[in-house]
Nanobody, 115 residues
Framework: QVTLVESGGGLVQPGGSLRLSCTAT????????MDWYRQAPGKERELVAG???????KYADSVKGRFTFSTDNAKNTVYLQMNSLKPEDKAVYYC?????????WGQGTQVTVSS
């Protein structure tokens, strides 16, 4: 069993920044690559950023150059640094990991971008 706990969401003005955190209850190097998804109202959940290979991170086209995924193994935490936020980035953001064939999701953290 893995529990993922996110934090860092909130309300920010367009052009602003937020950093999301996701802490796992197991050593993250042992459970496999983690990733970030988001789901906007009325839309399907989509992959935002995730590790697809050794030192290779995949980003959604809509966030390339603005969002950065990073990992701190010592803290069992992954981060999503979000810069130059746009109103269309508004969504609930989830961290995710697939471990031993099961999908584990965090509870989600709301990001709202509005003036």
């Amino acid at each position: 069993q893995v529990t993922l706990v996110e934090s860092g969401g909130g309300l920010v003005q367009p052009g602003g920044s937020l950093r999301l955190s996701c802490t796992a209850t197991r050593f993250i190097f042992s459970i496999g690559p983690m990733d970030w998804y988001r789901q906007a109202p009325g839309k399907e959940r989509e992959l935002v950023a995730g590790i697809i290979g050794r030192d290779i991170t995949k980003y959604a086209d809509s966030v390339k150059g603005r969002f950065t995924f990073s990992t701190d193994n010592a803290k069992n935490t992954v981060y999503l640094q979000m810069n130059s936020l746009k109103p269309e980035d508004k969504a609930v953001y989830y961290c995710h990991v697939k471990w031993l064939g099961n999908d584990y999701w965090g509870q989600g953290t709301q990001v709202t971008v509005s003036s």
